[in-house]
């Protein structure tokens, strides 16, 4: 069983219409706070996942390489996550897997850094990298939504090191740890689902980025495709009603993880840990 621990990689500030996408402000700022320029504040929020024999980091905070690229954002409290891993005990050559969910800069910045002679390489130089092929299709072929939130810095060292390994499908990545694909968000993004004394813990990245999204209708207008994601979360969240998971929200600068309950036709967040 995994024992988790939770990273909270800092924060950026991101547009409250893009966030909630067609839902009226007067509806979801009753969920979700926002400042003067409509600016909600997101987490970045990172997942270790330990047994005695393996260190699993699921996504890795937006790093520091391109403060100037997103200043748009507003990041604050930055922590890379290499520092945070080893605030917890753990050198970065002890992490043996790192799950990219997908590759925009808020999830894989801190997956790569510079070295002391100014040359990108892994932040973690023995683990394997995991991320969907279709996330790598999508990082080699760009499309126009997405192509500014995508550094080739954040992920070509990896591919250069040998230590991408990219999925098909859905995915043992050992015992205890599943990585499945879902779209809508973006092409192949995985979800991880992972075994522990409590239960399951599920990491939907932004597949669910806040408890405020749990609703099937609430969907980010960063999505590049409303109706997959609605589709696509409506499968998750059947299977996290069904098997009690515990979910882990990567954005959500209030609630770090909920369960779900059914609600009529829809779902709704329950037990919130603040
Ligand atoms: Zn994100």
Redesign the pocket.
């Known amino acids: 069983m995994f024992d988790i621990k939770i990273i909270e990689a800092g924060y950026i500030m991101a547009d409250g219409g893009a966030m909630f996408g067609a839902i009226p402000k007067r509806a979801w700022l009753r969920k979700y706070a926002a400042d003067a320029d409509n600016l909600c504040p ?1 987490a ?1 929020r990172c997942v270790l996942a330990t047994t005695a024999d393996r260190r699993i980091l699921i996504d890795a905070g937006m790093g520091d390489k391109h403060l100037d690229k997103v200043s748009y954002y507003r990041p604050y409290d930055l922590k890379c996550a290499d520092e945070s891993v080893k605030e917890l005990g753990y050198t970065t050559g002890e992490i043996t897997d790192v799950v990219l969910t997908h590759l ?1 800069f ?2 894989c910045g801190g997956a790569t850094r510079k070295n002391e002679s100014g040359r990108l390489v892994p932040s973690f130089p023995n683990a394997r990298y995991w991320l969907s092929r279709k996330q790598w299709a999508n990082f080699l072929k760009p499309n126009r939504l997405e192509k500014d939130s995508v550094f080739a810095d954040n992920i070509l060292p990896v591919y250069d090191s040998g230590q991408l390994h990219l999925i098909d499908e859905d995915t043992l990545l050992c015992d205890g740890v599943e990585l499945q694909l879902f779209d809508g968000h973006s092409e192949g993004q995985l979800v991880v689902c992972i075994n522990t004394d409590d239960g399951v813990y599920a990491f939907p ?2 597949l669910v ?1 806040t408890s405020a999204h749990v609703p099937l209708e609430w969907i980010s207008a ?1 999505d590049i495709c409303a109706l997959t994601s609605l589709s696509e979360k409506e499968r998750f969240l059947a299977d996290a009603e069904k098997k009690g998971y515990t979910l882990v929200y ?2 959500d600068a209030k609630v770090k993880t909920s369960k779900v309950k059914r609600l009529n036709d829809d779902y709704i967040a329950s037990d919130k840990d603040k």
Do not use: A, S, T
Request: with cysteine; hydrophobic share 20%; glycine share 10%.
């Open positions: 997101l970045m925009h808020d999830h990245g932004d980025p960063y990567c954005h």
